[in-house]
């Protein structure tokens, strides 16, 4: 499976932004994937996942409320809204994607097996 992420950009704060994940590969309904972000000088941390069946969805609370995340098999992609953006949320996203059963904790980069090259998000005043 290989992904591809789009979508980031320049954004005033408090505008909006939507990102896009596009597997090439067949998915499945057990299949996970999440989003992820590094700012520079800063560890990768988990903002949001979906169980593609949609039977598990979850945020990071620095991101609750104001980031959507949702699926469409039938194209393969995974979408996250990002609404009300701060300055923190500058970061390089990247979307990443486990087959089947976790094998560790839903919030942690190790627990995924493959991973979209990143996009760039950058919140300004």
């Known amino acids: 499976v290989q992904l591809q992420a789009s979508g980031g950009g320049l954004v005033q704060i408090g505008g909006s932004l939507r990102l896009s994940c596009a597997a090439s590969?067949?998915?499945?309904?057990?299949?996970?994937l999440a989003w992820f972000r590094q700012a520079p000088g800063k560890e990768r941390e988990f903002v949001s996942a979906?169980?593609?069946?949609?039977?598990?969805?979850l945020y990071a609370d620095s991101v609750k409320g104001r980031f959507t995340i949702t699926r469409d098999i039938a194209q393969r992609t995974v979408h996250l809204q990002m609404n009300s953006l701060k300055p923190e949320d500058t970061a390089v996203y990247y979307c990443?994607?486990?087959?089947?059963?976790?094998?560790?904790?839903?919030?942690?980069?190790?627990?995924?097996?493959?991973w979209g090259q990143g996009t760039q998000v950058t919140v300004s005043s």
């Open positions: 590969g067949p998915i499945d309904s057990d299949y996970t």
């Open positions: 990443a994607l486990v087959e089947g059963r976790l094998r560790g904790d839903i919030r942690s980069p190790d627990s995924y097996d493959y």
């Open positions: 979906i169980r593609l069946g949609g039977s598990r969805i």
